[in-house]
């Protein structure tokens, strides 16, 4: 099955930007329903974006317009490109992979103050 490790998160100001990315194994990502999700302590994990095998995406309302999807399936990486980020934003940030049965990477921290 495929194995994901995200990278590109840190700290960073409010109305700053950051570009997550996320290598997968194992598998090849166009055969994947693939998304970004976020989780804060004492709060469930919840879905930021998302974009099918066809390149189709969706968002959440929150990060609407702010927040861009791709993905690369020559590279097999997914991407998570944040612009205008706020303090609520900040959460260990997730990719998953979904074809049925999801597959998590490790997730990675993002922090905006």
């Known amino acids: 099955h495929v194995q994901l490790v995200e990278s590109g998160g840190g700290s960073v100001q409010v109305e700053g930007s950051l570009r997550l990315s996320c290598v997968a194994s194992g598998d090849t990502i166009s055969r994947y329903c693939m998304g970004w999700f976020r989780q804060i302590p004492d709060k469930e994990r919840e879905g930021v974006a998302g974009i099918e095998s066809d390149g189709s995406t969706s968002y959440a309302d929150s990060v609407k317009g702010r927040y861009t999807i791709s993905k690369d399936n020559a590279k097999n990486t997914l991407y998570l490109q944040m612009n205008s980020l706020k303090p609520e934003d900040t959460a260990v940030y997730y990719c998953?992979?979904?074809?049925?049965?999801?597959?998590w990477g490790q997730g990675t921290q993002v922090t905006v103050s």
């Open positions: 998953a992979a979904d074809s049925g049965a999801k597959y």
